[in-house]
């Protein structure tokens, strides 16, 4: 194949997660020994391990995705009877699968650059080989507050230029 010549990337128009490479794995893990009780302030040891798996902005040099397992103490407070943990939130949101990088990269691509969904979609997988489904880019967009369906909103309904 001779330079400059147009090659297709393989992955182009994927919209099922099952027919992506498989991700990269990278474990880390948190090792806070004791931990204070957020009811009483008492100092508590390990109790057990939890494990958070996130989705995390891919490898363009290997194609792959990356998925992130992070390892995290639990911690017991016997005399409140509380079992509590970190909460990773520098990490990722609260019940998030993906890593606040990637979220920060999505809202991004629409509030900032004016995406349309579907294209920021693309877009993350494209450049940063993360896929996020569209329909959770707009769950983010919504969440941080910033105008949506950006298509409409950035472009005169008269518009008809290529
Ligand atoms: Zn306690």
């Not at 991700?23 to 057990?48: N, T, V, Y």
């Not at 407070?77 to 990088?101: K, Q, V």
Request: glycine share 8%; aromatic share 6%; proline share 11%.
């Amino acid at each position: 194949m001779g330079p400059g010549e147009y090659t297709p990337d393989p992955t182009e128009g994927i919209t099922r997660v099952e027919n992506l490479p498989t991700p990269l794995l990278e474990h880390r893990s948190r090792k806070h020994r004791r931990r204070p009780c957020p009811r009483c302030g008492r100092s508590c040891p390990r109790h057990s391990l939890g494990s958070r798996t996130l989705h995390a902005v891919g490898s363009l040099r290997r194609d792959r995705p990356r998925q992130r397992r992070v390892a995290y103490p639990k911690h017991r407070c016997r005399p409140c009877g509380l079992l509590f943990s970190a909460a990773l939130s520098d990490l990722a949101p609260p019940g998030s699968h993906y890593t606040r990088r990637v979220i920060s990269l999505a809202v991004r691509l629409v509030a900032e650059d004016g995406l349309p969904y579907r294209a920021a979609s693309w877009h993350l997988w494209r450049d940063h080989r993360v896929f996020v489904p569209f329909a959770t880019i707009q769950n983010w967009v919504k969440a941080a507050g910033v105008e949506g369906e950006p298509a409409r909103r950035l472009r005169p309904a008269t518009w008809t230029g290529p």
